[in-house]
């Protein structure tokens, strides 16, 4: 069952009022979550991007194509946001790394279908409300035989750190359904995890692996005193992480 209403359009407004000192907060290799769990875990299933054809899906400030462009692949980056878009565009110009920024819609065709060694889709979908052609355009940006990566919140445990807080557990109602969940800049969208696996399935693609990072014990105690409840990262996986190659 489907609760929300909200256009791609009215969620890509929302997203061009993102402040400037968040993005600038996001820099060089993004807020703690993804420097402790997702871009490992991203890296590790991407393998050796040198000299790869990679195409960001949904790059927002751009941070994570500058990564891919720091370790030796040809990046074409695609975000519909404007003020996400001009800030990595901002970057480009300073660092002049070869990555093209693309202003455009996922759920449009984009340049270079079936052209991509990889396609990167990194805590995308969960944002766009109508997201299936956007998944369908991921997939037809790849060649025979490429590869996705795809992050997630993970649907299980999405709100992890505020339910820790509040119970030092984590608790659950509505999994099965499709609900927006409001957040401070723009809303998320919950989803099950089947309905994005069953989907990859119908467009051809093979699952390699469903990664859950956990957080480190290190790491967890080390921002203990600024985030309280962190040590829920340890025991939880708050991300999602679906590698799947084109058939």
């Given at each position: 069952?489907t609760?929300h209403?909200r256009?791609n ?5 929302q ?6 000192a ?5 820099e ?11 871009n490992?875990?991203?890296f590790?299933?991407?393998?050796d ?10 790059c927002g ?6 990564l891919?462009?720091d370790?030796?692949?040809h990046v074409?980056?695609?975000?519909p ?7 990595a565009?901002?970057k480009e110009?300073?660092?002049r790394?070869?990555?093209r ?14 052209e991509?060694d990889?396609v990167?889709c990194?805590m ?20 025979p035989?490429g590869l996705?990566v795809i992050?997630?919140?993970h ?8 339910t820790w807080?509040t119970?030092g557990?984590y608790?659950?109602h509505?999994?099965?359904e499709e609900y ?6 723009a809303?998320?969208?919950?989803r099950?995890l089947s ?5 990859l399935a ?5 699952l390699?692996?469903?990664?859950e990072?956990g957080l ?5 105690r080390?921002a203990e ?6 040590e ?13 190659s084109?058939?």
């Open positions: 069952m609760t209403h256009t359009r009215a969620a890509i407004d997203w061009n009022t993102y402040p400037r968040a993005m600038e907060a996001m060089p290799e993004g807020d703690f979550a993804k420097r402790h769990l997702l490992p875990v991203l590790r299933l991407l393998g991007v040198r000299g790869r054809r990679v195409l960001d899906a949904g400030q751009g941070y994570f194509s500058r891919l462009a370790r030796g692949a074409t980056a695609v975000e946001a404007r003020a996400l878009l001009d800030f565009r901002e110009a300073e660092r790394q070869g990555i920024y693309v202003h455009a819609e996922l759920g449009q065709p984009l340049d270079g279908e079936g991509f990889v990167v990194s995308v979908l969960g944002t766009v409300p109508d997201w299936k052609p956007a998944l369908r355009s991921c997939v037809r940006a790849l060649r035989g996705l992050s997630l919140n649907p299980a445990f999405e709100q992890l750190l505020s807080r119970h557990a608790r659950i509505r999994y099965l927006e969940i409001p957040q401070t800049h809303p998320d969208y919950h099950p309905a994005y696996l069953n989907e119908g467009l051809g693609c093979r390699r692996e469903l990664a990072p480190s014990v290190a790491a967890a080390d005193p600024t985030t309280p409840g962190i829920s990262y340890t025991q939880l996986p708050n991300f999602a992480v679906i590698a799947a084109l058939e």
